[in-house]
């Protein structure tokens, strides 16, 4: 009982690592809020960041390097790195001028496509475990913000299976190739190295969930794609990501 109650809480810290990568993922950051999570102990508490591994922990000090350096800047100084975080953000997740896409399908399509095969493969396994995102339009079913914050639900929920399945399946297939072409084009250190985190925190996640026995659950991607038309009443379960 008590490994099992052990495991349950490595999980939940797990889904909470995830939770927090995928919201700085989400919107813009500034450096008021950046230093005052340093200050909280990010990205140092993160489970999902083994100090064993010397890479990981390169990773994670590049971060703390980056985010505690943010607590020294002067006001205008402070004012320009906002303007420099707020245009890379936009170039990664809005206007895609980066060239490295949030979206699972523009990785692995084979005409780098958005909402083609991939995306409505990511939807199908959502709609194994009755969930839907609040609006495919605003931002498709494989952003990787609603990617992690799924991988992370199925933690929480106790789906170990559901989670390890989502990372190999799909996660796991084209982050790291986003996350090495952020890191390689990214103007500012911030989002290269969220961006690398944010993968190596998903393949350990994956062999913690290994290492505890936990088979993977696969989801056949839809033998029709639902048609984009509608795709929120007809694909969709009861909750919302």
């Not at 959502?126 to 933690?155: C, G, S, T």
């Not at 072409?181 to 944010?198: D, G, I």
């Amino acid at each position: 009982m008590q490994a099992l109650e052990h495991e349950n809480t490595l999980f939940a810290y797990a889904a909470e690592d995830l939770l927090a990568l995928a919201k700085l993922h989400s919107a813009e950051v500034n450096v008021p809020t950046l230093h005052a999570m340093y200050q909280a102990g990010f990205p140092q508490g993160l489970l999902l960041l083994p100090e064993q591994d010397a890479q990981v922990q390169a990773l994670t000090q590049r971060m703390s390097a980056i985010l505690q350096e943010m607590g020294t800047l002067t006001p205008q100084e402070q004012t320009a790195l906002n303007d420099d975080l707020a245009v890379d953000f936009a170039a990664i997740y809005l206007n895609h001028t980066l060239r490295a896409s949030p979206l699972e399908s523009v990785w692995l399509d084979e005409e780098q496509l958005v909402l083609q095969g991939p995306t409505f493969a990511v939807r199908e396994f959502y709609k194994k475990f009755h969930m839907q995102v609040a609006n495919w339009r605003l931002r498709p079913d494989d952003h990787l913000v609603n990617e992690l914050e799924f991988v992370a639900l199925m933690l929480h929920r106790q789906e170990y299976g559901a989670a390890l399945g989502f990372l190999q399946q799909h996660l796991l297939q084209w982050l790291p190739l986003f996350a090495e072409r952020v890191s390689q084009r990214s103007e500012s250190a911030f989002y290269a190295t969220l961006a690398q985190m944010t993968a190596a925190a998903c393949a350990y996640c994956a062999q913690l969930l290994l290492e505890k026995g936990v088979q993977a659950v696969t989801v056949a991607p839809p033998a029709a794609p639902c048609g984009q038309q509608g795709a929120a009443e007809t694909c969709g379960g009861a909750g919302q990501l």
